[in-house]
């Protein structure tokens, strides 16, 4: 955020004729119809501590009790990065959400492409775009399997936004850092046990058949 507040007050945008501002103030009624966040990017409360609450702060990340907004687009003065003209027509960190979005609709940072440093753009976590999945641009561990967004989608294949991807009790970051087994197949190593019963029990979760003598672990404990 510190890269965010050092650029404001440094646009000097001359400002728009009156029609303008009475076209803005139109379009500010409309737009906070709209202005609450989609569910899955509720409003963290009060990111701030200004006493406004996000879902209302017209600045979420910069303290701005009074509210200020001279070009009335509907960002305050205290986060403009772009006095006097509209921020909703500019993207300015080139994520693919323009300056509004990021900072009333999702409460991103409007001057970092990927605001929680998970390697995936904020706007490709808002969407389900090229990845398939809607995850959470402001966390870097959408489903808290300690296992980033990013690393699940593009090194993984895991789901972001479900912490067993498989289904077989053991979370995608356990199975990767703890066990070493497939976070997208309960059964790594196809002897039909599923990888949470052999790491529970006496068998291998990645070998069918660890002692080399011909019977797959389910035999094995079969017949003793």
Not at 114 to 124: M, R
Not at 181 to 205: F, M
Request: with cysteine; net charge negative; hydrophobic share 30%.
């Amino acid at each position: 955020m510190s890269s965010y507040l050092s650029v404001l007050g440094t646009n000097t945008s001359p400002h728009r004729s009156r029609a303008l501002r009475l076209l803005m103030a139109t379009l500010l009624i409309i737009g906070q119809l709209a202005v609450l966040a989609p569910a899955a990017f509720a409003a963290p409360d009060d990111l701030d501590d200004d006493t406004v609450l996000d879902a209302v702060d017209n600045c979420p990340r910069v303290p701005n009790l009074g509210q200020a907004d001279a070009d009335v687009d509907g960002v305050g003065d205290a986060c403009d990065l772009h006095p006097g003209d509209d921020d909703a027509t500019f993207d300015s960190d080139g994520d693919l959400l323009n300056d509004y979005e990021e900072i009333r609709t999702y409460y991103t940072d409007p001057i970092d492409p990927d605001t929680d440093a998970d390697g995936i753009d904020d706007g490709e976590e808002v969407v389900a775009g090229l990845d398939g999945y809607v995850t959470d641009p402001n966390l870097a561990d959408t489903d808290g399997d300690t296992l980033t967004d990013g690393d699940e989608v593009n090194t993984h294949g895991t789901n972001p936004t479900d912490p067993d991807t498989d289904g077989d009790t053991l979370t995608d970051g356990d199975e990767v850092n703890t066990h070493g087994t497939n976070p997208t197949d309960p059964d790594t190593d196809g002897d039909t046990l599923t990888d949470d019963v052999e790491v529970a029990g006496p068998t291998d979760p990645l070998s069918a058949d660890p002692d080399g003598d011909g019977l797959i672990d389910p035999d094995e404990l079969a017949f003793g």
